[in-house]
Every structure is written in structure tokens, then in C-alpha cells.
């Protein structure tokens, strides 16, 4: 991580230099000294200077074998090759020695690289580090150690992000381009078969991209999705209590009626059933084992779904009008609606207009889940139990849209690439998942009902690890509290950024957290003195414990206290400079629609 001085862009000048010089002399000392031993045995009538008449292949190989039957031959030929191998070793030492010397003569000319010095965080930073010379050897040798590799991790993450940004762009709708919801309205008709001005608030996305709901269908973080949310579930009992006290609202003059509050059905035209469900009662059930009338005698959210058939519709005794409601066409159901699953009775019409779930066989809300129908993927192991956990791996591969990808994109490859090249596949990527995870799981305690996407935990939990490479390798720079400084100014400004409704700042916090705590714990580093080695090992150590720790009381944070709340916490994902600023980023649930 410290340095490649003498294995960089200089070492390789002075490896083949070396090599070519070592090569060159060698050849021709051999060359000398083969010469000197034919002389000796061609006598005093041959000289160096007489060309002597090459003999073919076949009488090179016959002079060979002829001679080598010769015992005093074939030791002068054992003696000569012993003599040729001591004198390459002698030749090859007598040049390694020497040209290591050259070599680390030239360190002194060459600059440190750290993880942070190459590519544009490089070349941004300006980092002046010491002279190699003023190292100890111990040091010195450990920066000839060459980190080039492959960024494989760098590629595949990227790939990934664009597949999935392409496929979620292929398969789900453009959201209006904006920061805050739009208004839409249209003539949609309503339950009393009346047509009326119907209006919705779309969501908007500014990252060019789907909008929330359908993100969320596809992996997005929510709390809801991921366990049986307390609040939430608080929230649907409420509106169970409210549906008990419903009843049928029946218009006479069109044959149509539908479920609904009391005051909702007040017109001239329309009659409400107090204690009565639109299409659904004992009377009109087939099915002999909902005969028991003490399974109709309670609250309206546990009668068994048991809808009636069109054929035995006109068999049901209706004396003076008491059952209305089984024989009339119901002309509104469940539609669940919005990013938190709203269920309201509205028209199959209405119901596609506010882009909702409706659910033509199911005449009450409790009939419905539909926390279900909003999470979408694998649905849910047991029946209205949500357990999707993997949405805290899933948001960090996906994006909100092009813009967010894009700057993702640009980020991975002008840093992340550099930074792999030095620490490797595996060690970067063990930081970036464990900070995109970490991040996620902050932002899902603190945030649960604001759905969110995107690597950006991940990629602070990057910037950490150029934090503690300057930590780690403090006595490198010349000046390192400036390096340092250099980096947390930046680092900062991002986290005032995050300070906008729209942008998850826990997220960031988590992930830089984690970030910084698995950087100490997989990164290389340099080790000054065994003092220092055992220092380092004992960071690496408790960062890892304390990493550790994070992550299962995270967890245990999220699925067993629920209650747990942090209300200064929501200043640092966003400040109220107005009443509406952060109404996108609240921690509390919105207010539920309701029948």
C-alpha cells in the first residue's frame, strides 16, 4: 500500500539494463574463455585470427562421440563444463550485487506511491511523500513489493449496475422528472357509477428513472418489506377497526352498491346497510363449511372470503330489501395504492389511475395484503409476514436512475479501479459490500418508511479506506496532517450535500463507518517497527471485533427494537430550513387513506 519505488515505473528501466548488461558480458567472458582452451589444444600452429573451416552436422556429431571415448577427453570436458558453471555463478552474483546497488541508489529519485496516488485522486491530492533514503531498510524493502492488479471486482460491479439499471429501465415507466410530487387529475368514475374529477399525487424522480413504488417492487430498501413492522402493522389494525364500522351503501336505481362510511353514503338516492358487507354474507355462500353463522357474527375482518357466485345471486331471498347487498353488482373493491399500500374502495378505473392493485375477488381491506402486493420480488415465506432481509444487499446494486448511475460509474472508475490495482479484488470488495450493507441497515432503522437505492454507502465506505491509508502509513508523507485534511474537506462537503431531503445521509454515515472499520482490518500496510507491527495488528483486530459488533446489533436494532427511536438523528440526514424541506426524508409514517 505504501509504495512501489523500486518495482514502478523506474525498475523496470533498470531490470533490463541490468538484464542486457549481464547477458553481454557473460556471453563474452564464456566466449574468452573457450577461446584461451582452443588454443591450448590446437598448438602453437593455429592464432586467434584464423578462420577455420566450419565441418558439417554429421562430422560434428561423429568428431563428438569419437572423442568422448577417450577417458582423458571426456574429464578435460567435465573439468571445462564445471569451470563454464563456476563461472557463471561467480558472474551472475558479481552483477546482481552490483546492479541492486544501482537500484537502490535510483530509489532515492523515485516517488512513494500510496493508494491514494494514482489516477485522478492522485493527481487531485498532490501528495509529497519522504525521501526513500530517510526510511530504514526494514521500510524500504517493503515498498518494493509490487501491487498491480487486476481490478476485477472494479469490472464485475460495474457490469452489474449497468445490467440491472438497463432491465429496470426496460421493464418498469418513466417517473415525471422533478424534486417534488405532481399533481394529477381525470374523470374517473366513482362507486355511484358518476363520473367526477379524481386527483392523485404522482411520484417524481430527478435521476431520470422509475418512481419510487415501482423501485421498491423491484428490491428498493423498505423497512416494511423486510420485517413485520410494528408501526405499520399498528396502522392497518386501525383501518380494520374503521372497516368494522363500515356498511353497504346501495343505490336502488342502478342496482350498484359498495362499501363505505356512514357519512360517505349520505344522497338521496343511496340507502347505507349498517352491519352489512357489499356481496358478501352467509346467505350467499356455496361453500358448506362457511355455514356456521358463528363464523359471520363478528367483526367484519374475520369473515371467511367467500364472494358470490353470479348463478346463485338470483336464488337469495331478499324479503322487504334485507339483502340488498347480496343481490346488487358491487361496483367498487380493495385497490391498494401509494409507496405504504393504502387500501381504499374505489372503481377498477380509479383504481388503474392512481397505478394500484386491485383485487376484482375481494369485496373487504382485511381480505387484502397489501404490503404484498407493494413489495413485489419472491413475495413473502409465510402469509402477511414480510421477511425480505436480502433488500439489505439488493439497493446497492441498484440506481434510481441514469444520473445516479452515471456518477456511481465515475466514481468506480476513476478511484475504485486505482485503489483495486493496489489492495486487490478481494480485500476491496469485502469494504464495498460490508459498507453498502452497513449503510443500508442504518438507513432502514432510522428512515424505514423512505425508500432508498443506490451504492452510495458503498462508495463512502471507499473514501474511508483513503482515510485510513493515510492513517496507517502516517510516517510516509511529509506532511500528513495535511494529507489527511486534504481528503476529511472533500469527505465533508459530500455529507453537507446529503443534508437534502432527496439524498439518504445515513446511508453515507453507515457506510463510511463500516467502511473505515474493514479498511483497517483487510488493507495492506507498511509496518514501521515491531513496536508498530504489533500496534497495527492490534487495531486490526478490535476493528474487526468492533465491525463485527456493529453489524449484529444493526440487526438486532431493526427486527426486535422496533421502538428504539433517535429524534436528534434526523438533523443529520436533513435540516428543516422550512416547514415542507424535509417532508420527503421523515422518519414517521405518512398518514393512511382510508375507506
Known amino acids: 500500500m505504501g509504495g512501489r519505488g523500486s518495482t514502478g515505473r523506474s525498475s523496470s528501466k533498470w531490470q533490463q539494463k541490468f538484464e542486457g548488461t549481464r547477458s553481454s558480458k557473460f556471453k563474452k567472458e564464456v566466449q574468452d574463455r573457450l577461446s584461451g582452451t582452443r588454443r591450448s589444444t590446437l598448438g602453437a600452429g593455429s592464432s586467434g585470427s584464423h578462420e577455420?573451416?566450419?565441418?558439417?552436422?554429421f562430422m560434428m556429431v561423429k568428431n563428438f562421440y569419437d572423442g568422448y571415448k577417450d577417458p582423458h577427453t571426456r574429464a578435460e570436458t567435465k573439468k571445462r563444463g564445471a569451470s563454464i558453471a563456476q563461472l557463471k555463478k561467480f558472474r551472475n552474483d558479481e552483477f546482481f550485487t552490483d546492479e541492486r546497488k544501482r537500484i537502490d541508489e535510483g530509489m532515492a529519485d523515485t516517488e512513494i506511491d500510496g493508494l491514494g496516488d494514482g489516477g485522478v485522486i492522485g493527481e487531485l491530492l498532490d501528495r509529497e511523500m519522504v525521501d526513500?533514503?530517510?526510511l530504514s531498510e526494514h521500510v524500504r524493502q517493503q515498498?518494493?513489493?509490487?501491487?498491480?492488479?487486476?481490478?476485477y471486482f472494479t469490472t464485475w460491479i460495474m457490469f452489474v449496475h449497468t445490467v440491472i439499471m438497463i432491465i429496470t429501465l426496460a421493464t418498469q415507466p418513466f417517473a415525471p422528472v422533478g424534486f417534488k410530487d405532481q399533481v394529477k387529475k381525470s374523470q374517473i368514475s366513482k362507486p355511484n357509477l358518476a363520473y367526477e374529477t379524481v386527483g392523485y399525487n404522482q411520484s417524481t424522480n430527478f435521476w431520470i428513472g422509475p418512481d419510487f413504488q415501482s423501485l421498491i417492487h423491484l428490491g428498493a430498501k423498505y423497512s416494511p418489506c423486510m420485517r413485520?413492522?410494528?408501526?405499520?402493522y399498528e396502522s392497518i389494525a386501525s383501518d380494520a377497526t374503521k372497516e368494522d364500522a363500515s356498511?353497504?351503501?346501495?343505490?336502488?336505481?342502478?342496482n350498484a352498491c359498495w362499501q363505505s362510511q356512514k357519512d360517505a353514503c349520505a344522497s338521496d338516492f343511496a340507502k347505507f346497510m349498517e352491519g352489512k358487507v357489499c356481496g358478501l354474507g352467509r346467505l350467499g355462500c356455496q361453500d358448506t363449511k362457511y355455514n356456521d353463522e358463528a363464523l359471520w357474527a363478528g367483526n367484519f375482518s374475520t369473515w371467511p372470503n367467500c364472494p358470490i357466485s353470479k348463478d346463485y345471486q338470483s336464488s337469495i331471498p331478499n324479503t322487504n330489501g334485507e339483502n340488498d347487498n347480496l343481490k346488487c353488482e358491487v361496483s367498487a373493491r380493495p385497490c391498494c395504492v401509494g409507496l405504504q399500500g393504502e387500501c381504499i374502495i374505489v372503481s377498477q378505473e380509479e383504481c388503474e389511475f392512481k397505478q394500484g392493485f386491485f383485487h376484482e375477488n375481494n369485496t373487504l381491506c382485511s381480505q387484502v395484503s397489501c404490503i404484498t402486493d407493494i413489495c413485489g420480488l419472491s413475495g413473502f415465506l409465510l402469509h402477511d409476514i414480510p421477511d425480505q432481509f436480502y433488500r439489505a444487499i439488493l439497493p446497492t446494486f441498484m440506481h434510481a436512475g441514469i444520473i445516479h448511475l452515471l456518477i456511481t460509474l465515475v466514481f468506480q472508475f476513476y478511484v475504485l479501479h486505482d485503489i483495486e490495482?493496489?489492495?486487490g479484488w478481494w480485500r476491496i470488495?469485502?469494504?464495498y459490500l460490508s459498507s453498502g450493507i452497513g449503510g443500508t441497515m442504518l438507513s432502514a432503522i432510522l428512515i424505514p418508511y423512505q425508500p432508498e437505492i443506490g451504492a452510495s454507502g458503498a462508495l463512502y465506505g471507499i473514501l474511508a479506506a483513503l482515510v485510513v491509508e493515510v492513517i496507517v502509513n502516517w510516517q510516509l508523507y511529509r506532511s500528513p496532517i495535511l494529507e489527511l485534511v486534504k481528503l476529511l474537506i472533500p469527505i465533508t462537503i459530500f455529507f453537507l450535500f446529503g443534508l437534502m431531503p432527496w439524498i439518504d445521509n445515513f446511508a453515507h454515515i453507515g457506510g463510511f463507518v463500516f467502511g473505515f472499520l474493514t479498511s483497517f482490518v483487510v488493507l495492506p500496510h507498511i509496518t514501521f517497527s515491531e513496536e508498530d507491527r504489533i500496534a497495527k495488528l492490534v487495531v486490526k483486530i478490535v476493528a474487526g471485533v468492533m465491525a463485527i459488533v456493529l453489524f449484529v446489533l444493526l440487526f438486532i436494532i431493526f427486527y426486535l427494537a422496533q421502538d428504539a427511536t433517535c429524534e436528534g438523528c434526523k438533523y443529520l440526514n436533513c435540516i428543516p430550513f422550512t416547514e415542507s424541506f424535509c417532508q420527503d426524508a421523515s422518519q414517521e409514517l405518512r398518514p393512511r387513506v382510508g375507506a
Not at 515498498?143 to 481490478?151: A, E, G, I, M, Q
Not at 413485520?228 to 405499520?232: E, H, L, S
Request: hydrophobic share 25%; with cysteine.
Open 132 to 134: 526513500v533514503n530517510e
Open 421 to 423: 490495482k493496489i489492495t
Open 52 to 57: 577455420r573451416k566450419r565441418p558439417s552436422a
Open 228 to 232: 413485520k413492522d410494528k408501526i405499520y
Open 143 to 151: 515498498l518494493k513489493v509490487k501491487y498491480d492488479n487486476r481490478p
Open 429 to 431: 470488495a469485502i469494504v
Open 247 to 254: 356498511g353497504c351503501c346501495y343505490r336502488g336505481d342502478l
